[in-house]
């Protein structure tokens, strides 16, 4: 039978991810939509491949150099974040949610209200949103899938039926690339060392993520929206191989863990056949070569993002959505050079602790508190500009 797909972001990490098992068995899927935020060549490539039925560039200047890439196929041209949003409502079975940042959580919102599945990398999304978002979901009977590395074996492992009967979850963190540094150390890192991730090749916004390890702490806030459980039941633990993606500890003493080559083909491919599973090209494990798997206690000092977080989600609220956005807004002006690496989470505590607006009730609510967190963001990073 085949299913109808949109892919949201399909011409970055996860899109392309996405995309790469989606060309395997074109029988199987009929691409209504894909989306893209400036990358002519990239969308209009994709939707060749696929013969998608619309692609969608959010740059509306690029509309016509769109409609150009196109000329020849059926594939329809729409540009601007409304067709994106249109788009997200296509109605198709099933739409990978995985444009980066705060920007994905109207399109998000409008997947999730067609009541169909959708396949959620796009983390920021509901660490501004949280409640807004699971409950849209819960309204439009949506089906929402983890597809981040960690949620999608939480995923994998815990007995939803007997939320009760798990004790724990735990995050696992490869530590990202500055793992063994000292502050000193992190001082001058240079984007293009942040980027560098030894073990997962990504975006670069959530490459700086991993390097600061606010990915990490993106993760819990995240964990807490997919899952029943009190904010003080997720933990994080440092496991430098990525081979273990996370694990559910039961009230017996059992652990369950998901394990895999660190390849985001396996956990989009587990949302895509979902309930099925699918054949997949991905490097499988070898145990041997593995040989040894280490964990280590995350140290909050040197990766203050993580702790931040961990504060974020226990006040609850609008913190999240702060965060998220004063963390956007840095890692960007970082990635300009514009900012040093340390002073990320100095902006980012700076906007958590000084805006303390009421709980949002709406998504019209976080959108307001996410524009005023990035205006504020961006006043700091005036001060601390380099
Ligand atoms: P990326 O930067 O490679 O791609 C982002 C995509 O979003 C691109 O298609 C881009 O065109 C689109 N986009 C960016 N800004 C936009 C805007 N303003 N409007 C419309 N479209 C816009 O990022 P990525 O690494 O693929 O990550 C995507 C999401 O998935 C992020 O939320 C990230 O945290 C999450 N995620 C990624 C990975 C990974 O391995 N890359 C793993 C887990 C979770
Ligand atoms: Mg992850």
């Known amino acids: 039978m085949t299913r109808t797909v949109a892919i949201l972001g399909a011409t970055g990490s996860v899109g392309q991810s996405t995309l790469d098992l989606i060309e395997r068995d074109r029988e199987r899927f009929n691409v209504l939509a894909l989306t893209a935020r400036r990358d002519v060549a990239g969308l209009a490539a994709a939707a ?53 940042g705060c920007a994905g959580l109207r399109p ?77 150390e ?13 073990n997962w090749s990504m975006g670069a916004k959530i490459s700086v993520d991993s390097a600061t390890l606010m990915n990490k702490g993106l993760e ?13 039941a997720f933990d994080v633990v440092v496991h430098p191989q990525s081979v273990i993606h996370s694990l559910v500890e039961y009230v017996d003493g059992s652990f369950l863990a998901q394990l895999g080559a660190p390849d985001m083909r396996i956990p989009i491919a587990h949302t895509l056949a979902w309930p099925e599973r699918m054949e997949t090209p991905c490097e499988r494990l070898d145990l041997v070569k593995v040989s040894r798997l280490d964990f280590e206690e995350p140290d909050l000092e040197r990766f203050p993002g993580l702790a931040l977080a961990k504060e974020a989600l226990r006040a609850g609220g609008a913190k ?11 890692v960007a002006s970082f990635l300009d050079s ?49």
């Open 338 to 386: 514009r900012l040093a690496f340390l002073d990320i989470a100095k902006i980012a505590r700076q906007a958590l602790h000084h805006y303390d607006p009421p709980a949002p009730a709406s998504l019209d609510d976080v959108l307001a508190i996410d524009a005023e967190a990035r205006r504020r963001a961006q006043t700091l990073v005036g001060k601390f500009a380099i």
């Open 108 to 184: 998000v919102m409008a997947a999730l209200r067609q009541g169909k599945t959708v396949a959620l990398a796009n983390k920021e999304a509901l660490v501004s949103a949280g409640d807004v978002m699971t409950q849209a979901a819960s309204e439009s009977g949506a089906t929402l899938l983890p597809v981040d590395s960690e949620h999608n074996a939480i995923f994998q492992c815990f007995d939803r039926a007997r939320p009760q009967a798990v004790r724990r979850v735990i995050l696992t963190a490869s530590g990202g690339p500055f793992r063994g540094r000292s502050l000193e």
């Open 220 to 232: 819990l806030i995240e964990a807490f929206h997919l899952f029943p459980l009190s904010a003080e």
């Open 48 to 100: 060749r491949r696929v013969g998608a039925r619309r692609a969608v560039i959010a740059d509306e200047s690029l509309f016509d150099a769109l409609k150009d890439a196109l000329a020849g196929t059926d594939t329809e041209a729409a540009a601007g974040h409304e067709a994106i949003v249109e788009a997200a409502a296509s109605g198709a079975d099933w739409t990978m949610a995985a444009i980066v």
């Open 186 to 198: 992190m001082r001058g890192v240079t984007p293009a060392q942040a980027v560098a991730h030894p």
């Open 320 to 330: 999240p959505a702060i965060l998220n956005a004063a963390n956007e807004v840095a």
